[in-house]
């Protein structure tokens, strides 16, 4: 089976609704992907099949819970996962893909260029080095991550730039419940409040094999202070 095929079923069979353009886009992402990680380390993950699932589907399992004409950052968003298959299924979003490694953010202009995302803009810098970039905290209707760091620390990179009644959405492979817990005092401190758990389960159509996803939705009650989020050690070393 030829990867369009592939990534035309996959999405089928886990229910994601897909125009041609939009596998077209997905398919010379993938040859863009698969090219350059050559070079870069973009990804360990290169079988179409598993890209479909893991990264595309995966990338695009909520697609329908962004409001329409919203903002949204993609912190740490390495080869554009989920920043890029949304902006390719969601023109209607402002999507700003923030990365610390220059080689990623060029990769990834070559990916906004080639596919014509004109709703998408990147940022090479460090989340919390975002206003030294012209971003604003309290900026964005959605900041999300994708396997990033745990939630605790997770939620002092992503909550400050949420704005009122904004949301912070953290895709997770495992069950969440621990990591929440453990973030209870972080996500009170930053502003923010738990909303929910999101599951999902995506299925392979080579296999079968089922692949189980938790997204969790942290709702922004209040302003975050002003000393967030603190330089990257101080993150790392002292996690609220």
């Known amino acids: 089976m030829d990867v369009k095929s592939i990534i035309k079923n996959t999405l089928q069979t886990n229910n994601i609704s897909a125009t041609e353009s939009q596998i077209d886009q997905l398919l010379k992402y993938y040859n863009l992907l698969i090219e350059f990680n050559k070079n870069i380390n973009l990804t360990a993950i290169t079988d179409p099949y598993d890209v479909s699932l893991k990264h595309f589907a995966d990338s695009l399992v909520n697609i329908s819970y962004y409001k329409e004409n919203s903002t949204l950052c993609d912190i740490g968003t390495g080869a ?37 995302l004109n709703n998408t803009k990147t940022i090479h810098t460090r989340a919390q080095e975002l206003p030294q970039n012209g971003i604003s905290r309290e900026t964005f209707d959605y900041v999300i991550a994708r396997a990033v760091a745990k939630l605790n620390i997770l939620t002092e990179y992503c909550l400050p730039f949420v704005k009122l009644k904004g949301e912070m959405i953290a895709f997770k492979a495992i069950s969440p419940e621990e990591e929440i817990l453990a973030a209870n005092q972080a996500i009170s401190k ?32 209040k302003e975050t202070p002003t000393n967030y989020p603190r330089l990257k050690n101080k993150i790392l070393t002292s996690p609220l």
Not at 106 to 111: C, P, Y
């Open 80 to 116: 554009g996962f989920p920043g890029i298959p949304i902006a390719i299924f969601r023109p209607d979003l402002q999507i700003i893909l923030v990365d610390s490694l220059l080689k990623r953010i060029n990769f990834l202009n070559i990916v906004i260029k080639e596919l014509e």
């Open 190 to 221: 930053l502003g923010g409040k738990f909303k929910e758990i999101q599951t999902f389960s995506l299925k392979n159509t080579q296999n079968n094999e089922l692949l189980e996803r938790k997204i969790i939705i942290i709702g922004k009650t």
